[in-house]
């Protein structure tokens, strides 16, 4: 079984920084796109950054210059660096990623974290 686990999330001050991390666990061999997503109360679900096996990024455009999306391949860990917060970036954080193969005959599609509560408040 593939989990994705966020941990980091918490509440921060604007102009304040917080780092989230997830880890995905089970018999993996590889991941592709990995992926942030976030969810504010009575908006939808957004994209706010993604991240392929090869290192290439891309961010929305609300967060482009201050957050940052990384990954460890070897620990199959995706961190996203978020830097001068702002009260609009209150949101549940959400990892995703689209493709896990694992040691087994099918990969795991469509994967998603239970999502990390991110406040920014003063």
């Known amino acids: 079984q593939v989990q994705l686990v966020e941990s980091g999330g918490g509440l921060a001050q604007p102009g304040g920084s917080l780092r989230l991390s997830c880890a995905a666990s089970g018999s993996i061999f590889s991941i592709n796109d990995m992926g942030w997503y976030r969810k504010a109360p009575g908006k939808e679900r957004e994209l706010v950054a993604i991240?392929?096996?090869?290192?290439?990024?891309n961010y929305a455009d609300s967060v482009k210059g201050r957050f940052t999306i990384s990954r460890d391949n070897a620990k199959n860990t995706v961190y996203l660096q978020m830097n001068s917060l702002k009260p609009e970036d209150t949101a549940v954080y959400y990892c995703?990623?689209?493709?896990?193969?694992?040691?087994?005959?099918?990969?795991?599609?469509?994967?998603w974290g239970q999502g990390t509560l991110v406040t920014v408040s003063s």
């Open positions: 991240i392929t096996s090869g290192g290439n990024t």
């Open positions: 995703h990623a689209d493709r896990i193969r694992v040691y087994g005959p099918r990969p795991v599609l469509d994967v």
